[in-house]
């Protein structure tokens, strides 16, 4: 964010993308005053029905996600230039119409997370409207995800949106890759998907003969550090897939003693590697093996652990066992050392805090994880650490904190209605438990 000398806003720039220079060219951009959102509000204030300022001012309000705002300004490019003739912007190296692009967004938008019912055909209008644009890829790939995470469209339905997508995308592994997904959830039809899974592969699967010669080359220049990185690399990207299918397996409740077996072979592939030592970990458990679990991933594992999001993984899986948490303790407070700041570590070290009766500790770590993120999650974990305080004034407040923000969720007064009852019951039993307790 840069800000002008009186603190009102010049511009932003949302995440860092290497390398440097580029991003060194956006500050220079934004310092010279060239299409910041300060001086193209002050253009669009001179000149309203400028279709260029108010095409830039839109992406300006998307890229810091203040979404309704920027479809505000998508729907004026449209009523301005509903033809398409006024502009275009770049779009992947292509150019492409303002309308279009503006189409684009708010046809999105019918499908977001944000939209209050999703909405596909919009932009079923948008692939039929412009077949040939460089987004309609993107459009595709977003409907897909739509398709496949609304269980709701009939399979039928679904099939026919990807026939569609892999008639317009056949060498592209991912489009073959989303049809599976759905499949998969369908559990029907398998053998389209077993077919759709060996085009995949032949697309997309790298020769591991090309490692191995790539390894070789390397290993000629006397560069036998990188030989073993590249060997590594093919190794672990294996072990990988084969901890992957053990996952399937045991989820599937199938073949669960050959799944084990698999997950082992993965693990002597790449036995210094955390991440796959912790799934194999997790399936030991998973299968009734809780003393291999131990064996492989437990304190003697730990102490090797540096990195803060492994020691956190292993934190988290031995907390969710509500298994050796002395160790899992220790490696928390570790990764908290090195990482005070993410949320993850500290919702797993107030955890464990919780779990062995260390409520005042339990209670910082929640304290501060609830003032980076003040969500309904953390502040259930504050209420369930003053209830075994039997704290129960500090209780109250943080369920009429709750309230709040849920009211703050809903929009009908039915919706209002029905959350004030529940959470008022809530406070209701807290002052009951509170007067008990005198």
């Given at each position: 964010m840069v800000l002008d000398a009186d603190g009102s806003e010049v511009d932003w720039i949302v995440g860092y993308r290497p390398p440097p220079e580029k991003f060194h060219e956006k500050i220079e951009r934004i310092l010279s005053g060239v299409d910041t959102f300060k001086s193209l509000s002050i253009s669009n204030s001179k000149n309203p029905k400028d279709v260029a300022t108010?095409?830039?001012?839109a992406r300006k309000y998307a890229d810091r996600g203040a979404y309704d705002k920027a479809l505000e300004k998508f729907k004026e490019v449209i009523v301005l230039d509903p033809e398409g003739k006024l502009g275009t912007t770049d779009y992947s190296g292509e150019k492409v119409l303002y309308t279009q692009?503006?189409?684009?967004?708010?046809?999105?938008a019918a499908i977001s997370f944000e939209a209050m019912k999703q909405d596909p055909e919009p932009l079923r209008a948008f692939v039929k409207k412009y077949p040939t644009s460089a987004i309609v890829k993107v459009a595709y790939s977003r409907l897909s995800s739509n398709y496949y995470q609304d269980s709701a469209i009939p399979k039928e339905i679904a099939t026919q949106f990807y026939e569609e997508y892999y008639r317009r995308f056949p060498l592209d592994p991912s489009v073959l890759s989303d049809w599976m997904d759905r499949i998969l959830l369908d559990k029907d039809p398998v053998a389209r998907g077993i077919e759709l899974a060996e085009n995949?592969?032949?697309?997309?699967?790298?020769d591991p003969s090309l490692f191995l010669k790539l390894a070789r080359l390397y290993k000629l220049t006397g560069d036998s550090g990188k030989a073993k990185e590249i060997i590594n690399r093919l190794t672990y990207s294996y072990s990988f897939k084969l901890v992957n299918y053990a996952?399937?397996?045991?989820?599937?409740?199938?073949?669960?003693d050959n799944a084990v077996a698999i997950a082992e072979q993965a693990l002597r592939n790449a036995p210094e590697?955390?991440?796959?030592?912790?799934?194999?970990?997790?399936?030991?458990?998973?299968?009734?093996r809780s003393d291999k679990a131990l064996a492989i991933y437990g304190p003697a594992f730990a102490m090797k652990l540096t990195d803060a999001v492994e020691l956190n993984y292993y934190a988290s899986l031995w907390n969710r066992q509500n298994q050796n948490l002395e160790s899992a303790l220790e490696a928390a407070k570790k990764a908290n050392e090195q990482a005070p700041n993410s949320l993850f570590g500290l919702e797993v070290l107030a955890s464990i805090y919780e779990k062995q009766k260390n409520y005042d500790e339990a209670l910082k770590v929640a304290k501060k994880a609830n003032e980076r993120a003040p969500t309904l999650y953390h502040l259930g974990v504050l209420r369930s650490i003053y209830e075994k305080q039997e704290n129960y004034d500090e209780a109250i407040k943080v369920v009429e904190k709750a309230r709040e923000l849920s009211l703050a969720r809903v929009t009908s007064?039915?919706?209002?209605?029905?959350?004030?009852e529940n959470y008022n019951k809530q406070i209701d039993q807290l002052k009951k438990m509170a007067q008990k307790k005198k």
């Open positions: 108010i095409f830039k001012l692009y503006a189409e684009f967004a708010i046809a999105s995949a592969i032949e697309l997309a699967e790298p996952n399937f397996c045991i989820q599937q409740k199938t073949d669960i590697n955390a991440r796959i030592t912790q799934i194999v970990a997790d399936i030991y458990i998973k299968t009734g007064e039915a919706q209002k209605k029905e959350v004030e």
